[in-house]
T-cell receptor
Framework: NAGVTQTPKFRVLKTGQSMTLLCAQD?????MYWYRQDPGMGLRLIHY???????AKGEVPDGYNVSRLKKQNFLLGLESAAPSQTSVYFC???????????FGPGTRLTVL | GQQVMQIPQYQHVQEGEDFTTYCNSS?????IQWYKQRPGGHPVFLIQ?????EVKKQKRLTFQFGEAKKNSSLHITATQTTDVGTYFC???????????FGQGTTLQVKP
């Protein structure tokens, strides 16, 4: 099992550009999450999904959109990137029967 | 809204010294989890505490859940350089499936 994978690992964007981050999990988990991590801010929840076809807003959803068309995939989109979105993005998944969240390796995004 | 606070934010210790990080929630928690993130890595689950007053040990790590289920601590005895990283506590949010993370405590260990 690969666990949770994220693509790409690194990306540099110019202000106003768009991009999609892909998260995939092969553990058949119901819940999936997108977090951003900034120095001194811990992990802040952007959006999450409790099942295929469902999404919900987290603490910092503005400027991001998500989709969960397939159970194993959770996409995070930036429609018009801003320098404030420079961060490390982590995806995670969770089985409803166990509370442990499994994290992907992260995507380091820089917006110039 | 619900908040989970951790102190201290940073801690530098000499190898062999003890280390403690504290976690406080603004609301009563049904459980609390602890994660460790090595430098450049991703958070990895360490443990979950569920019962009031619960104490669990993993080798040199001791985890406690407060009697009121609003606070928790992680204590490391005789730190080693392998303990370096950021330790996060996390508690369930108000909505199903949500987890609220503390800001983390970053531990540096001088050999």
């Amino acid at each position: 099992n690969a666990g949770v994978t994220q693509t790409p690992k690194f990306r540099v964007l110019k202000t106003g550009q768009s991009m999609t981050l892909l998260c995939a999990q092969d553990m058949n988990h119901e819940y999936m999450y997108w977090y951003r991590q900034d120095p001194g801010m811990g992990l802040r929840l952007i959006h999450y999904s409790v099942g295929e076809g469902t999404t919900a807003k987290g603490e910092v959803p503005d400027g991001y959109n998500v989709s969960r068309l397939k159970k194993q995939n959770f996409l995070l989109g930036l429609e018009s990137a801003a320098p404030s979105q420079t961060s490390v993005y982590f995806c995670a998944s969770l089985s409803s029967g166990i509370n442990e969240q499994f994290f992907g390796p992260g995507t380091r995004l820089t917006v110039l | 809204g619900q908040q989970v606070m951790q102190i201290p934010q940073y801690q530098h210790v000499q190898e062999g010294e003890d280390f403690t990080t504290y976690c406080n929630s603004s609301t009563t928690l049904s459980n609390i989890q602890w994660y460790k993130q090595r430098p450049g890595g991703h958070p990895v689950f360490l443990i979950q505490l569920v019962k009031s007053g619960e104490v669990k040990k993993q080798k040199r790590l001791t985890f406690q859940f407060g009697e009121a289920k609003k606070n928790s601590s992680l204590h490391i005895t005789a730190t080693q350089t392998t303990d370096v990283g950021t330790y996060f506590c996390a508690g369930p949010g108000s909505n199903t499936g949500k987890l609220i993370f503390g800001q983390g405590t970053t531990l540096q260990v001088k050999p």
